[in-house]
């Protein structure tokens, strides 16, 4: 098939951008003509202020790569449209209800009556932290493509409650950006846990930090990645509170994909304290570098991490159970044996499942 993919990539940083990119790698090498049509200006830099793009690309960029997007250019997004018109399937990579608006100027590029198919694939339906208008925005495309893949059950449902189209669920394949620079096994305890990522407050770090200062007195933790909004205030405010400063080690800033293996060394797990997510592949980074995983019973991850096998599961937004769980990890040899369970993600066989489920939504092609 002719499949246009529009959404981020390089030099656009993050999960999304390093997904979008490899989706359009795996199509191609399924055997479809794929472009991939991303932005030059994403959204106002108001709304993200944080660090928007990295010089090195994260992924090898993919060659049918065309930026001409903008979202200060209502053109641009009537002119894509119009360029995709002869194509099989266009996928609308969904990241953000700013990019709705482009996405309803698309639609209205490739005519009333398409060609294409048209299908979001939905990191979120919904943001974690969304304002009133949000819904209304997201609702505008649901119901005006052809079909929707999200990553979760609970996402499918939140996704049918907004439009009446088929709606597919596909778990996300593992992707790796930065690969392990050895296979030497770690065999020391070192009592240090990696927070790792956008410290937003869906990301629960506060109830990590608690479960810190209740639980063993000797272990230490490195948070690493950018801080949202007033987070750095908040989360500074809280070790000071709990006294806990001499163990916490705050390393603030995007981190690129080439220094994302020294933040694995010497760690004895990656905890990830989510109080809602839908999926993450900080869990598949994590087993790549041969570390267990801490984290909450929500979205995938009880697919991803295999209880007292590779990780621990907790419940979400509990500090007390995520204590009991620190306290469980740092019991005997238990890092040691989590550990040694810990195999390296095997993508192939995910990634042919989800583009099974994204092509199935092709419909027959009108005239």
């Known amino acids: 098939m002719r499949i246009a993919v529009i959404g981020p990539t390089h030099p656009y940083k993050g999960g999304i951008s390093q997904y979008t990119t490899e989706l359009a790698h795996q199509l191609s090498a399924a055997g479809h003509d794929v472009r991939l049509e991303s932005w030059s200006h994403q959204y106002p830099k108001r ?92 609702r505008g495309v649901l119901t005006r493509v052809d079909g929707v893949l999200t990553h979760s059950d609970a996402q499918g449902d939140i996704a049918r409650s907004l439009t009446k189209v088929p709606v597919v669920v596909e778990q996300m394949a593992p992707l790796v950006v930065a690969t392990a620079t050895g296979n030497a096994r770690d065999d020391e305890v070192h009592r240090k846990l990696l927070f790792f990522g ?10 990590l930090l608690r479960a810190m200062a209740a639980g063993p007195k000797d272990v230490s933790l490195t948070v690493a990645g ?32 080439e220094e994302v293996p020294a933040l694995f060394d010497g760690v004895d797990a990656l905890a990830l304290p989510y109080r809602s997510a839908t999926a993450s592949v900080n869990a598949f980074l994590a087993f790549e570098h041969g570390v267990p995983v801490i984290a909450s019973r929500v979205g995938t991850l009880p697919d991803d991490v295999h209880d007292d096998v590779d990780g621990l599961l907790v419940t979400p937004d509990d500090v007390a159970g995520l204590t009991a769980a620190l306290e469980k990890f740092y019991t005997g040899d238990t890092p040691l044996r989590l ?24 419909r027959d092609p009108r005239p």
């Not at 956008?198 to 109830?207: A, Q």
């Not at 550990?339 to 939504?361: F, G, H, I, M």
């Open 226 to 257: 950018e801080f949202w909004g007033d987070m750095p205030a908040v989360i500074d405010a809280l070790v000071a509170e709990l006294g806990i400063a001499d163990r916490v080690t705050i390393r603030r800033g995007y981190v690129d994909a």
């Open 339 to 362: 550990r040694s369970a810990v195999r390296k993600p095997d993508s192939a066989p995910q990634w042919s499942r989800y583009l099974k489920a994204l092509t199935s939504l092709v």
């Open 47 to 138: 709304l993200y202020p944080g660090q928007l793009t990295v010089e090195k690309p994260e992924l090898p960029p993919f060659p049918g790569t065309h930026r001409t997007l903008s979202w200060r250019r209502p053109d641009s997004w009537y002119a894509c449209g119009r360029r995709l018109r002869d194509h099989d399937l266009v996928v609308f990579v969904v990241a953000s209800p700013v990019q709705m608006p482009a996405y309803r100027g698309i639609l209205a590029g490739l005519g009333r009556k398409r060609r294409a198919t048209v299908v979001t694939q939905c990191h979120n339906v919904l943001p974690h932290e969304r304002s009133s208008i949000d819904e209304r925005l997201i």
């Open 198 to 207: 956008l410290v937003r407050p869906y990301k629960g770090l506060d109830v």
